[in-house]
C-alpha cells in the first residue's frame, strides 16, 4: 500500500477515533476513498500519471473531511484544528504540482516503496484489529486507544520501509506524514509509544485475527476489502 495513502488513512482513524457522535459514518465514507484506490493492481504511484490519478483521490477525500468540520465542529474547534493541520495543504499542493521538488523526490523513492508495501501487509492487520477493539469502546477509551494503534502503525511501518529502502526513505516518508496529517497525532499522542504499558492492556496483542469482512466497524471491512481477509 502507498505509504502516503497509508499514513493518510491512519490520519482519518484517528481522527474517527477522536469524534465522539456527529455522523461518524460520514468520516468512515471519507476514508473510504483513501482505502478503495489502494485496490488498484499497480501498487505505489511511480510516474506521474499515476500520482495525478491518485492526488484526485486525495482531494476528494480531504474536502470531504472538510465538509465533516464544517457541519459537526464550532468555530473555535475548526480554529484549532486548522492551528495543528498548518502545512498539510502546502504539502497536498507541492505532491500534486508536476514539476515540484517534494514530487521529485517522492518518484526518486517510489519504486522501492512500491516493492516494500507489500511487507506492510502484517502492520496494517495488526491496525484493523485495533480499528475493531476502538469502535466497540466506551468513548473515554478511544483516543487512547486510537493513539496506541497509531503509534504502533507507524513503529511497524517505519521498521518494514528502512529494511527494504534504507532511512533516506523512511526520513522521506516521515516527512511526507508530518505535513500531511499534521502535528495532531504527536501532540495529542506523547507518551503512547511502543513502550507504554497503558498500549498494551488497551490493543489487542500483535499479531491478533480481525473479524474483517463481518466486522461490526466499517472502516475494518473496508480494510477487508483491500486485505482479503
Do not use: W
Not at 489502494?38 to 473531511?65: H, K, M, W
Not at 512500491?114 to 477509551?141: G, P, R, V
Amino acid at each position: 500500500m502507498n505509504s502516503l495513502i497509508s499514513n493518510l488513512i491512519v490520519s482519518f482513524v484517528f481522527r474517527c477515533g477522536s469524534s465522539q457522535s456527529c455522523h461518524l459514518r460520514e468520516l468512515d465514507l471519507c476514508a473510504a476513498t483513501l482505502v478503495l484506490f489502494n485496490q488498484s493492481p499497480t501498487g505505489v504511484a511511480t510516474n506521474e500519471p499515476d500520482l495525478n490519478r491518485q492526488c484526485t483521490y486525495i482531494n476528494e477525500a480531504e474536502q470531504c473531511f472538510r465538509n465533516f468540520t464544517v457541519r459537526c465542529m464550532t468555530p473555535l474547534q475548526r480554529e484549532l484544528l486548522g492551528f495543528v493541520s498548518e502545512g498539510s495543504e502546502k504539502l497536498l499542493n507541492e505532491y500534486c504540482t508536476p514539476g515540484t521538488d517534494l514530487r521529485a523526490s517522492y518518484l526518486k523513492h517510489a519504486p522501492c516503496l512500491n516493492d516494500a508495501h507489500s511487507l506492510q501487509k502484517d502492520c496494517l492487520t495488526d491496525l484493523q484489529a485495533a480499528m475493531e477493539t476502538i469502535s466497540s469502546s466506551d468513548f473515554q477509551k478511544r483516543i487512547p486507544m486510537a493513539c496506541c494503534g497509531y503509534q504502533r502503525y507507524m513503529n511497524c511501518a517505519r521498521t518494514t520501509v528502512e529494511k527494504k529502502c534504507g532511512k533516506a526513505a523512511v526520513d522521506f516518508m516521515q516527512l511526507l506524514l508530518r505535513n500531511a496529517v499534521s502535528r495532531l497525532p504527536d501532540i495529542v499522542c506523547t507518551g503512547y509509544g511502543s513502550e507504554n504499558h497503558e498500549c498494551h492492556s488497551l490493543l489487542p496483542p500483535p499479531g491478533t485475527q480481525p473479524q474483517g469482512s463481518k466486522s461490526d466497524s466499517t472502516l475494518s471491512r473496508l480494510f477487508a476489502a483491500y486485505l482479503g481477509n
